[in-house]
């Protein structure tokens, strides 16, 4: 399955940003999709999760209330919504999904989000 995720920018603290997954192969609409990001030197950590349904949904503790996972069966297209972005929210995000929870048998390519103060 190949992801293309998209919508990654240089913001300010307090802004809002939506990044995108996109995926053309239709076993997408089974499975988890979830996103992870690493910032430099740092290991890279899960974000969110969204089932293939998109009834269930986990978020690491620092993101939520902030961030959203979402996704559009009829688009075969996740969404994270961040908001009330923060400088510690700089990273590289990637977009994953597969058969597993959480899903990372297939990898986006990765998009920049960069935050100042």
């Known amino acids: 399955v190949q992801l293309q995720a998209s919508g990654g920018g240089s913001v300010q603290t307090g802004d809002l940003l939506r990044l995108s997954c996109a995926a053309s192969?239709?076993?997408?609409?089974?499975?988890?999709v979830g996103w992870f990001r690493q910032a430099p030197g740092k290991e890279r950590e899960g974000v969110a999760c969204?089932?293939?349904?998109?009834?269930?949904?986990y978020y690491r503790n620092s993101v939520e209330g902030r961030f959203t996972i979402s996704r559009d069966r009829t688009k075969n297209t996740a969404y994270l919504q961040m908001t009330n972005l923060k400088p510690e929210d700089t990273a590289v995000y990637y977009c994953?999904?597969?058969?597993?929870?959480?899903?990372?048998?297939?990898w986006g390519q990765g998009t920049l989000v960069t935050v100042s103060s």
């Open positions: 969204i089932s293939p349904g998109g009834s269930v949904t």
């Open positions: 192969d239709p076993r997408f609409k089974d499975y988890a």
């Open positions: 994953t999904t597969g058969s597993s929870w959480p899903p990372d048998q297939y």
